[in-house]
Each structure stands twice: as C-alpha cells, then as structure tokens.
C-alpha cells in the first residue's frame, strides 16, 4: 500500500490573511495575541486540508519565512538582536524587517531598528529566506517551543502529524560566515542540538521527522559530502525516523552518498530527477522507504495521472509498503485553491490545479496503486479529458509567432556602438552631475491608488475616470521627485498592480487568476501569471503612462519595463516547450515596446531583469545553456535602440558575483543592484572584474522600514568607488518603493540625495 504524504503547505491562507495580519500588527492596528491566533487558525485550517494523507507536515508554518525559523530553534540569532528581551515573535520580526510593531520597541532603548538579515532567494524559487549568519564564535541553543506548540495544537486536531525541519548541512550552506571562518567548522557544535532537538520531538510522540536537505541536488565537493556522512551518523542515533527530504533537481553525483545515509527514508523530486528513480531503488537499503514527488509543486497544470500511472505501477509493485508518493516539494510555492477563481477564463481553469487539486490528485493517485485504476475510472477519465483538449486548443500555438521566432538573427542583439562611444552620447544629452540619483522605479502604492484600480476592476469607474485618478498619482510621484532633487525621474507606476502582472494581462498567451497569490517572503505575496499560449503584443502597454509623466518636467524621465527572462521566472510557465522559447517570445514583444518608447522621445529606458539569476539551473555546469539564452533574450529587447538612449537595467537581492561576465555581456549602459543589506559585499565581483559600464549599487533597503542616514549612504557609497571608478557610479534605492510609505520614502530620499550631492564635492 502506497503512502501519501506532503512536504509541506503553503502558509499566507487562501485569500491572504497572514499578509493582512501581518502588516496590521507592524502598524500597531492589532495586537500580538491577535496575529498568534490568526497564525493557529491557518495551521488547523491547512491540516485539515490535508486530512486523508497518510502524514501531514506539522512545523512548516512560518510568519515570515521558515529558514529564519530554524535559525530561531537553533538559537542562531545576530548579535544585533541578542539583548531584546521582549516577545521573541517580535526579535523575531526585527531579524526580518528591522524592526517589528510599532508598540512593541518602546519598552527599552536596546529595542529600536536594527539592521534587518540578509535576504536572497530559495535556490531557484522566487522564495526568499532570511540569510542565516556565522562567525567563528557562533554557539547553538535549542529553542524547541515553536514546534511543539504547533505539535500540541496538530494533537488536538488528531492530525498524523510528520515533523518539517531544514536539515543541519543546507542550514549551514544557506547561511554566511560575517568573518573568514569556515561555516563547516561550526558542523560539531551544531550537531548535538539538532540531536536534542530530534530527542525532543520522540518525547511528545513524533515517529517521522522530514529533515530538509535539498543541497544535494547541487554540486558539493568532498568537505562538504563528508559532512553529510558526519552529520546522519551522528542523528542516527535518535528514536524518530528521519525523512530525508531532496527536491528541485537530480541528485546525479551525490545520489550514492543520499542512498547511504542512515535514514529511514529518502525523498525524491521526480520532477526534476524521474530518470534516477532506478538507481535509487537499487542502492537504497532494502528496509528504506522511498518517497517519490510526482505532482509538480511548482507550476500549476494539471498533472498527467495516467502517464504518471503508467511509470509508477511497476515501481509500487516492487516497493510495496515502502512506497511514499507526494508533490515534488513544499506547496507553498503555489497558490492555494482553484475553486476560489470564479472570473478565471474557464477553458484555462479546465487545465490547473492548485495546493488543494494537486493533493486531491495525490489522492487519485493513491487509490488507484492500491486499489487498481477502476476504483478512480472517472477522475481518471476526466483528467485524461482535460489534457488532450489544453494540447489541441488552437489558443496555445500561434504560427505567426512561431514565423518570427523564426526570423530572429544575431544583429538583433548588437547595439549600433559599444558602450563608450554611447556613454559620450548620451552624457552630452543628458547632462546628468556626477553620481547622477534616481530610483529603481514603483513609488508606494498608496490606498487611494488601490481603491481607484478596485473600482475600475469591478466597474464603478469608467476608463477615462481610472486615468484621471492615475494621472492625478503620476503627477504627484514627479512633484515629490523634483522637490527631492533627483536627476533621472519615473513616472512612479501608479496604474501597475505587479511588475510582471501588469505586463502579462497586455499580452497574448497569458491568463490570469484572482486569488492565485503566492508568498515571496514575509507579507510580500506575488500573483504569477498564467503562461499557457505563444506570446505576442497586440498593442503598446506603457508609451501613453511615459508620455504623460514626461510632459510634466523637463529632467529625464525613465520608462519602466519588466525584462524577458523576469516576466518567464516570475510566471507560471508552459510545460509543454522548452523555457527558452518563451523567453524569446517575450523579447520580441518587449523589443517592440522599447523601440515605441524610443519614438516617443524617451531617452533612459529601464528594462528589468530582476530574476536573472533566478533561472539559473542548481549546478554550475548547467549554467552557461541558461545564460546564454537568457542573455540572448535580454539583448534583443534592449538592443535595437540608439545609442544616444541610455539602456538600464535593475536586478535585486540575486548572489550574482559569479555570473558577473555574463552580466556585463547584456551590455546595458548602467545596471543598479542591491548592495544596502549585503554592505556592499556583492560588489566584491569587482575586485577581480573590470566591469566596463555604469552601476547605481542600491544604498537604501526599501524591505525595511528603517530609514537610512546621509552618512550611511555616503560610506556605502565610498566602499562603492573604491571598486567602480566615481564617474560610472549612480545613486539609488535597492529595489522599488511600492511596499513602502510616503513618510518612510520622502526622509530616505532626501538623505539619499543630500548623500549625492556631499559625494559630488568631492569629485
């Protein structure tokens, strides 16, 4: 008999109640006691969701992001935060954000902002985590209460409870040593309070624990397969069973090591590695239940059951009760339910499933391997409908779009000259000072700007009153910007509810939900569109927003476009066609939207491309496929231009210092990146790269409230030049500042400026 189980749920709620609560209680609207509770509604809402598996994952809630949940059992805090003596949900916020509620940090001076972690994303997920930090002194402390408050609470529920915690060696690969000690070293100290953890769980009756390990899907060397072989020898001895959990990649080199491992259990993305299914069976100890992802927990179509069947009988039959079956990895990287999508286009609804269809899938599943396929005849039948009719619709091949995909040539990637030929051009028509300041692009989207895209979705504002409320915004974000003092302005994006959203809904191809959220990171929710059709651009999407913004002011104003490879990263993409050829559908349709902004006279053109480094495959040895095409992509958005207008583009909080040559093979005319939370450390590329362009290196940490002082973007600044020479150097935020208020953004900027102009005296 097959077993079901899930790695684990996704955490926001169904139509995001942990995002509202969240940011009630930082604005003090609500209370601690409020958001806890809201926080164990959740968690008995999503077991009982997931009632009927053989295990359901207790432990993977998180109120901002599981990682620095680990770090907090762990005892792993910053030294910043060590002296808070207040509720350790809210430390637990200020390692996050900076600083947590509004009332909760007036009871002592030592509890006011501090700087937040360091963010960067969840292998190749759009997932962020909170960096875990090392030195050579850090100790280890178990606090063990959020688990087993959360195991008291699945006892009363009567959930078949399967704890959910990150694994000793990725915790250790995830994080940063803040000296030049060696993370490994740690791995001694670390060890016996995960085994104190793990004694901890038996004590309250765990009998499965789901160890997160998915580090072996990635290229390790020798220390660091030792250090697995270190690590399971010494938590075998504990009286749980462990679970080890491996998801989005192959195990290729390190699939003997996992198979060796003194665990009770091993799980495998087949997804991703469904060609090394054999091979584990073979090696994995005859007494080893194998756990087998097959329902994709990244993307949203419907899974193939019966071709899943057809490959996963035999492997029943030779398994028996050691059969595990499950999503690839964590649902939490989806959206919660389709039933809740009632203005979704119903032939694409037809072909999606969603957290709670890929578990009733699990379920079909289950029952047809124990109880043969007849006991599930119509599910079967039905699904079986629902895949031919998405292969055959006529809405997703396009044959135009495949005749210019056709047509694509080299010289669609080449600017006219290189780079320091255009910087003259563009200097002599910009006129901008040394450290020239701008911002990456979004001003905060304020709540009048929210009620007015509400009422025009639900039809109580007609088109032409939408525009006047948007103009009537736009206006406001150039006044504000020109009060400021800033060199290079943005028109603010008041009428784009996401950066890639709004992108997708202009273009064909694309489909959209209406509560299809996914967590990013803390309260931060995303809505990917839906990728299901070839791609093309019906008609211009931003040229008449542009247009506006710079006929308010005579200083440059940026039109903003979200890049090829990010608007592929941040949706939900075709399964059915390699990636790469999306990617290419959507340069041209952006390529098109570049050079009508250029006819328009607008001479700083942004084109984003944020998720960049997103894409890359997990093993370096697999990057330069991706790279090429990607880059590839990008240049022929950017490139058709000329050289008079000056091509940026952004990429936030991506560890890309070793992809940087590939970086400067895009060949925009300046790049702004996050540098604020990492202290400047991802310039360190630049030690060792001449990078031939400009660069705006992000001083202001706009996923924090803390507002940044003059000088601290003066130093920042200074550690910038001494790597990129002043006079190729721009001023800038990290990322955009939609999430944030105008009281937060008008004192950051205007320290940011101030900084600019104190940097400029001493050129």
Known sequence: MATTHNLGFPCIGAKRELKFALESYWKGESSLGELKALGAQLRQRHWAHQAGLGLAAVGDF??????????????????????????????????????????????????????????????????????????????????????????????????????????????LALGKAKDDSDKLALLPRLLPVYAELLAALAAQGVE?????????????????????????????????????????????????????????????????????????????????????????????????????????????????????????????????????????????????????????????????????????????????????????????????????????????????????????????????????????????????????RSQFKSGELDEAGYKVAMRAEIERSVREQEALGLDVLVHGEAERNDMVEYFGEQLDGYAFSQFGWVQSYGSRCVKPPILFGDISRPKAMTVEWIKYAQSLTSKPMKGMLTGPVTILNWSFVRDDHPRSVSCYQLALAIREEVLDLEKAGVRVIQIDEAALREGLPLRKSQWKEYL???????????????????????????????????????????????TS?????????????????EIGPGVYD?????????????????????????????VNPDCGLKTRQWEEVIPALTNMVAAAKKLRASV
């Open 677 to 693: 939370r990492s202290d400047m450390e991802l310039l360190d590329a630049f030690d060792n790269f001449n990078y031939p362009n």
């Open 208 to 452: 499965w624990v789901q160890i997160d390990e998915p580090i072996l899907v990635t290229e390790l060397s020798a220390e660091w397969q030792q250090a697995y072989v270190t690590a399971y020898d010494a938590l075998a001895k504990g009286k749980v069973k462990l679970l080890l959990a491996t998801y989005f990649g192959q195990l290729l080199g390190n699939l003997p090591l996992a198979c060796k491992l003194p665990v009770q259990g091993l799980h495998l993305d087949t997804i991703n590695a469904r060609a090394e299914v054999d091979a584990v069976i073979a090696q994995l100890p005859k007494d080893t239940v194998l756990s087998l992802g097959v329902i994709n927990g990244r993307n949203i179509w419907k899974t193939d059951l019966n071709s899943v069947l057809d490959w996963l009988e035999p492997v029943a039959k030779q398994l028996g009760d050691r059969l595990w079956i499950t999503p690839s990895c964590s649902l939490l990287h989806v959206p919660v339910d389709l039933d809740s999508e009632q203005k979704l286009d119903e032939e694409v609804r037809s072909w999606l499933a969603f957290a709670l269809q890929k578990l009733g899938e699990l379920k079909v599943l289950a029952t047809a391997l124990n109880n043969g396929r007849d006991a599930v005849k119509a599910e079967l039948a039905a699904n079986s409908a629902a895949i031919a009719a998405r292969r055959a619709s006529p809405r997703v091949n396009d044959p135009a779009v495949k005749a210019a995909l056709a047509k694509i040539s080299p010289a669609l990637g080449q600017r006219k000259n290189a780079y320091p030929a255009r910087a003259g051009k563009q200097a002599a028509l910009l006129n901008l000072p040394a450290y020239p300041t701008t911002t990456i692009g979004s001003f905060p989207q304020t709540g009048t700007i929210r009620h007015a």
């Open 62 to 171: 998180a109120f901002y992001d599981q990682v620095l949940d680990m770090s907090f059992t762990l005892g792993n805090l910053p030294e910043r935060v060590q002296g808070f003596h207040g509720d350790t949900l809210d430390n637990y916020f200020r390692v996050a954000r900076g600083r947590s509620a509004k009332g909760a940090e007036d009871h002592s001076a030592c509890c006011g902002g501090v700087a937040a972690g360091e963010m960067t994303k969840w292998f190749d997920t759009n997932y962020h985590y909170i960096v875990p930090e090392f030195s050579a002194g850090t100790e280890f402390k178990l606090d063990p209460s959020r688990l087993l408050e959360q195991l008291a609470e699945a006892k009363v529920q009567a959930v078949k409870a399967k704890s959910v915690i990150v694994g000793p060696v990725t915790y």
């Open 702 to 730: 706009i996923h924090s409230p803390n507002i940044p002082t003059e000088e601290h973007i003066v130093q920042l600044m200074k550690k910038a030049a001494e790597r990129i020479p002043a006079q190729r150097l721009w």
């Open 628 to 674: 090429d095409w990607a880059v590839t992509s990008f240049r022929i958005t950017a490139n058709g231009v000329d050289d008079e207008t000056q091509i940026h583009t952004h990429m936030c909080y991506s560890e890309f210092n070793d992809i940087i040559a590939s970086i400067a093979d895009m060949d925009a005319d300046v790049i702004t990146i996050e």
